[in-house]
């Protein structure tokens, strides 16, 4: 059974840091697209940042220049490393592991989700 345990949530002041971490198992983790989303109650669950099995990244509008997305394959681990942190960040932080691939002859689409660590931003 595929796993992915985030890691590295907490209370942290505006203006501070946090890197959270998500190690996966059981997956050929470097072919993964691994995202992270977040969520605050009553919204929809929103991309943060995503990068590639090559390396390519993207990040929504509003983390751009304050969050950083990275992968070890080595350590079957991406990290976000989240600076400037705003009230607004406050949210529930979601890893995602995303693979389309023929399977037995049929294209499929692997998707995966964590369980969530939270963020929060207040002083």
């Known amino acids: 059974q595929v796993q992915l345990v985030e890691s590295g949530g907490g209370l942290v002041q505006p203006g501070g840091s946090l890197r959270l971490s998500c190690a996966a198992s059981?997956?050929?983790?470097?072919?993964?697209?691994m995202g992270w989303y977040r969520q605050v109650p009553g919204k929809q669950r929103e991309l943060v940042a995503r990068?590639?099995?090559?390396?390519?990244?993207n990040y929504a509008d509003s983390e751009k220049g304050r969050f950083t997305i990275s992968r070890d394959n080595a350590k079957n681990t991406v990290y976000l490393q989240m600076n400037s942190l705003k009230p607004e960040d406050t949210a529930v932080y979601y890893c995602?592991?995303?693979?389309?691939?023929?399977?037995?002859?049929?294209?499929?689409?692997?998707?995966?989700w964590g369980q969530g660590t939270q963020v929060t931003v207040s002083s």
């Open positions: 995602n592991a995303q693979n389309r691939r023929w399977t037995s002859g049929t294209l499929k689409d692997y998707d995966y």
């Open positions: 059981r997956i050929i983790f470097s072919i993964y697209t």
């Open positions: 990068i590639t099995s090559s390396g390519a990244t």
